[in-house]
C-alpha cells in the first residue's frame, strides 16, 4: 500500500510560480510511474503530468508543456511539479497518483493509488 501527500499548494497570482510536492509513504515508489493530475469546478479530473520510475522520460499535458515540470528524488520518495506561468486557468485540485505499471500514464484510470489533493488558486 502507498499513501500518498500532496503539498504547497495556495493563492498565487497569475504569471506566479508554485511548486507542489507529493511524498509517498508505505512503499518505496522507486519502481512507480507517478502522475499529476487536476481537477476544477464542475469538470473532470485530467492529467497533467507524468514521470517513469527512472526519471528518464516525461509527459506533459499540452495545455501545461513549457510551464510546468514533473520531477522526482526517489531518495526522499517524493515527486514534485514546478509551475511556472500560472494562468486563471490552472486554478484546480491537483492530486498526486502513483502506479507500477510504465504505460497509459496520461490515463488516470491505470494509476492505483491517490492522494488527496492540495488546492491551487491563481488570480488575477
Known amino acids: 500500500q502507498v499513501t500518498l501527500v500532496e503539498s504547497g499548494g495556495g493563492l498565487v497570482q497569475a504569471g506566479g510560480s508554485l511548486r507542489l510536492s507529493c511524498a509517498a509513504s508505505?512503499?518505496?515508489?522507486?519502481?512507480?510511474?507517478m502522475g499529476w493530475f487536476r481537477q476544477a469546478p464542475g469538470k473532470e479530473r485530467e492529467f497533467v503530468a507524468a514521470i517513469r520510475s527512472s526519471g528518464d522520460r516525461t509527459s506533459y499535458a499540452d495545455s501545461v508543456n513549457g510551464r510546468f515540470t514533473i520531477s522526482r528524488d526517489n531518495a526522499k520518495n517524493t515527486v514534485y511539479l514546478q509551475m511556472n506561468s500560472l494562468k486563471l486557468e490552472d486554478t484546480a485540485v491537483y492530486y498526486c497518483?502513483?502506479?507500477?505499471?510504465?504505460?497509459?500514464?496520461?490515463?488516470?484510470?491505470?494509476?492505483?493509488?491517490w492522494g488527496q489533493g492540495t488546492q491551487v488558486t491563481v488570480s488575477s
Open positions: 497518483a502513483a502506479k507500477d505499471r510504465h504505460y497509459n500514464l496520461r490515463v488516470l484510470t491505470t494509476y492505483d493509488y
Open positions: 508505505g512503499r518505496t515508489i522507486s519502481n512507480y510511474a
